[in-house]
Every structure is written in structure tokens, then in C-alpha cells.
């Protein structure tokens, strides 16, 4: 097995964007591009989760529809590549934090008329957290949208991210003829069309070409000419090691509905994003070049029928070789598992496979052995990093409202969290139930769950927390002490570890002040980190 060729093959990204900046459409141009789909619409965009709270249909529709579409995958001059699919809706955000656990880079959607979104920033946040490379891709360029200086500027101010612009809009919205590919020296020339991929291409040795003036006329060219003198007389050349590190993102504008700019897009991506790389547990590092295979479980979504409770774990390899019916180890559960019939995923299908390579993701049937974060290794006893949980932002506390039923309920609770539907935090004494989300939808996605896959009802009561910080101290007097004070305001986690619920900054003000010793957290791997570093 030639290891290192296939690691050198696969590229494994997700695209992320504010809800309508033009996600889906650009994912299946890509598939497009990759000819792992045969026309356009054959991606069911995530319309269903934008739909009224209480539609339910649409709901399972949705589940549905993302277990087929949660990777796809194709092969695109030689390259591997597998697309994470992640929720278009706000409220399944924590679902999208934790797809960026397994990519190892993602293309950033924004759309050139309404600029940086709220999504936008909560979703950079987290891959500056990671250290994920960036490419942005500024789409519906056919628009009358805002100025390619002053959308870079903007990113640049509210995503805390440098840019380097490596293809440059001649016009926009009606006046938009097209991009100058800055390295390729090209200019790519703009026909609307959402059926044909084929467009225009000019090479142009130098901007002061007069087919330059032909192509575009006189006025568009000066533009140009002035904009990128401007561009390289500011920007300092692209610098490949800083897109790595996350520090720097290059920069592409194009319109996905037609076609434009997505296949420089495409093959920038194949060049420049990283390959598998090394990944952190809480032992050591885990090289993907290691033969044991080692991978982790990223999501896991619920079969549509309840009359069959399996549910599809997916596991993202990291190192090795995964092979069909070969027994690995579970190293939460200290336990055994073969999977029969593992699937893998190309274009927007999937399929039974024999094996996989880092990178690759592997869909595993489970009866309910599996959380989210959960580690697969040959044997050795360690734990994938880097698979947070962040505080969510509404809270309820769940009630039984049918005590006939409390151990479905219990059960039922348990699994969806480990699904990842929610995060589940108890107060003891009283097993009081508090759940948190980012989203108001997801409370209906639980109670509609928990009665029709378990048979047991709840309501949820609203609680006045916006916040959850995980507690550290250095002291454990005073630990004792201000969990004894604060003792309702103290949930644990569902790996108990102690939390604290605040309602405003000032909660957590006061309480440092009267606490100095205490450390309060904004994600739950806050310990790990501090070991890693
Ligand atoms: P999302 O996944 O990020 O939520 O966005 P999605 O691709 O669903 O796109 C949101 C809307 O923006 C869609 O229109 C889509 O057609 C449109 N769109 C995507 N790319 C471009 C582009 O380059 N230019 C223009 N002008 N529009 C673009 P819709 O009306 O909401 O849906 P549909 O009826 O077209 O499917």
C-alpha cells in the first residue's frame, strides 16, 4: 500500500456561508465540475430547514436528505475530494461546528451584496479557533453588490483574517464582464448561463494587452488596470504557509448560479488546500502516514424509521487503513466493534466499501454504541482532540409529562444527545434536566423525536440562562465553595464536567469577583488544551 499517495490525494473541506449566500448552489457546481452529478438539482438545498418551526415533515424530510448529502464525494483530476455537507439553517449551527472537526479545510460562501452575516462570523470563529484554512469564494458577482476593496476590508475587519485577492471582478452586477485571474495571468470573460460550464478564456501576458480594450472596452480596461496596480501595490504576493495556518485567505469572486469562477475555484483548491494532516489526542499526535488506522465519529444521524433504531455514525479517518469486517477498538466503551457493511460516499449516493483512507469518511451502521467524539483505533488507548462543545444560547428545562414514561424518556434524552441534538446539563440533587441549544428548532425536533421514536412526552419550560461557561479553578477550597453558594446556577455537563449558567456578562463579573481562583471556559475542551500547549 503506496500510504502516502493516497493521503496526497484527498482533499476533505466543507463549505460554510451564511444562510442563501449561495452554499448548495456551489456545492453542486462543483459536483458539477467533477462530473459526479449529471445536472443541476440534483443537491436538495437545505430549503427544508429554513421552513417554519413546526413543520415536521420538512424536518424528517431534511434528515432524510442530509444522511446522503452529509459527504459527497468525487474525483477530480486525480484528486479525491470529499465535500462535508454542513445545515444551511442558524439553528443547526453546533451541527456545522462540529463537521469542521473533520475537515481539513473549508471554502467560506459571501454573498457580494450583503457582505460578512451573523453565520458568517460564528462560523470563522470557530475555524480561527482551529487554525482552518480559508479560501473565500465572493459569489453572486451578477449582482449589484458591494465594492471588491471594501468587501475584502470588511472581511478582513470582521472575520479577523487576512486576504489576498488571486482573482479580480471586472464590474459588478450589470456591468460585471468578468475576473482577471491574477497568477494565471487570464482573463476569464462572463456569459450568464447555469447550463454551460464552458466560458471564455483569454490569456493575456500583461494588462496592457489592447485585447484587453477589445474584450471589455476602454473604460472597463483602464478600471482594471488601476484596480490591480492597486491589488499588488497593496497586497503582499500570496503566501502559501500563511493560507495554511489559517492566517490568510485567498480570495476568489464568481457567480456559482452561473458557473463562473468555480472551476479556478476548483483547481486553486486542488493545489493549495492541505491534505490529511497530523491530529492531536490526548496522548500525541497521530501522523494519517501511521498504518494502524485511527478515526473518530463526527456526526450521527437517526434512522428515518422508527421501527429500526440504528443510526449512521460517521467516522472520519485520520491515520491507516480502514478495512470492511475488521474489528477495531472502541477506546470510550474498552470494547470491540466490526462493521459488516461500512459505506462511503460519492456524488450525492452511497455505497458499500472495503476500505478507506485518511481523510476519506466512512458511514458506520451503530445500534447505539457510539457519541459524538467517540475514537476507533487497532488497539491503542487514545482520544481525538478538538471536538468541543460550545456553550449553546437558549436553555429549557425538561419536564415529563408522562411520569408512565420516565425510563423511555430517559433513554430517549440520553441518545439524541449523543446524537448531537442538543447538550444535555443536569442539577443535582433532583436530576433536573436543563437543555440547551442554539436554536429554537431543535427543541421541537426533540419532542417531536422523543414521542414518536420512544413513545414519551415532555414540554420544555423556558429558563432565563444565555450562557454556559465550564468551570476551572486553581484552588479547590474555593471550587467547593462557590459550587456550594451557586449550587442552582451549577449544572454538569454530559461528561460531568461542572458548568456554570449565567444569565448576563454580569453573572460571571460578580462571580470572578468573588472568586479570583476561578477560570471560567468557553468550550468544554478547554482542559485538553491547556495539556496540549
Ligand atoms: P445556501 O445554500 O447558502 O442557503 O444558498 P443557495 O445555494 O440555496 O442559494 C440561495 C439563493 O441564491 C438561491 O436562490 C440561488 O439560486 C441564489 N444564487 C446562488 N448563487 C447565485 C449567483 O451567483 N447569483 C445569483 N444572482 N443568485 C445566486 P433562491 O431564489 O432562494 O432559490 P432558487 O429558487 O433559485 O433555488
Redesign the pocket.
Known sequence: MNYKEEISKRRTFGII????????????KLLLFGGAIQKAGAVK???AE?TAVSDFMEIEKQRGISVATSVMGFNYNGVKINILDTP?HKDFAEDTYRTLTAVDSVIL?I?CVKGVEEQTRKLMAVCRMRHIPVIVFI?????EGKEPFDLLEEIERELNISTRPLSWPIGIGGTFKGVYQLYQKKLKLYAASKTTINQDVVDLDSLDNTLLDEKVGASAAKQLRDEVELVEGVYEPFDLSLYRTGYLAPVFF?????N?GVQELLETFIEIAPYPQPRETNIRTVDPEEPKFTGFIFKIHANLDPNHRDRIAFCRVCSGEFLRNTFYYHTRLNKKLKFASPTGFMGDSKSLIEEAWPGDVVGLYDSGNFKIGDTLTEGEQLQFLGIPSFSPEIFKELENTDPMKTKQLEKGIRQLIDEGVAQLFVQNPGNRKIVGTVGELQFEVIKFRLLHEYGAACVFRPLSFSKASWISCSSLVDLKEFMRIHSSIIAYDKDDRPVFLSSSKWDIDYALRQFPTLSFHENSEWQQQTIKT
Open positions: 456561508s451564511h444562510p442563501d449566500a449561495g452554499k448548495t448552489t456551489l456545492t453542486e438545498s437545505n430549503k429554513k444551511g460562501v454573498d459569489n453572486k458577482m451578477d449582482r464568481g457567480s456559482a448560479i452561473n463562473f
